[in-house]
């Protein structure tokens, strides 16, 4: 068997764990959303200061952050929030300041920090998830 898909899983096997009750998901959610924040926070300076291999360490920041928010709330919803957390935070790192400061510079490494954490976050999310829909929690039937 192939180790990869051991660790990822199939659809059958995440539609076999339970759900987290849904209070402990709202949690995991918001939670997820402010990793994204932050993740977006130092990955710009990490990818900077040690490149290439802090490049490397700013992605794998990402891989955690919105695989460990899929798997954490069970659905894409909890990969959605990490992403949408971090792309709001990189859109102002991009945007140049009136001072003529900026925290992403126009470098390789940079644009490369920003398409390879988009790029993530799309591959994530064609991973299987406990919910058999996109966004929504599968009914509970009692």
């Not at 899929?70 to 949408?84: F, H, I, N, P, S």
Request: net charge positive.
């Amino acid at each position: 068997m192939n180790p990869l898909h051991t660790l990822l899983g199939t659809q059958a096997q995440r539609l076999a764990e339970p759900l987290p009750p849904r209070r402990l998901r709202i949690t995991w959610y918001v939670l997820v959303f402010v990793l994204g924040v932050l993740d977006a926070l130092c990955g710009c300076f990490v990818q900077a200061l040690w490149s290439p291999w802090g490049l490397l360490l700013a992605l794998a920041g990402n891989v955690a952050v919105f695989y460990g928010g899929m798997r954490l709330t069970g659905t894409k919803l909890g990969l959605a929030l990490g992403l949408v957390g971090w792309l709001l935070v990189m859109f102002v790192l991009l945007a140049p300041r009136p001072e003529g400061d900026f925290v992403l510079s126009a470098a390789v490494t940079s644009y490369a920090y920003l398409l390879g954490g988009l790029a993530i976050g799309l591959g994530v999310g064609l991973l299987p998830t406990r919910a058999p829909y996109a966004f929504g929690i599968p009914r509970q039937r009692d």
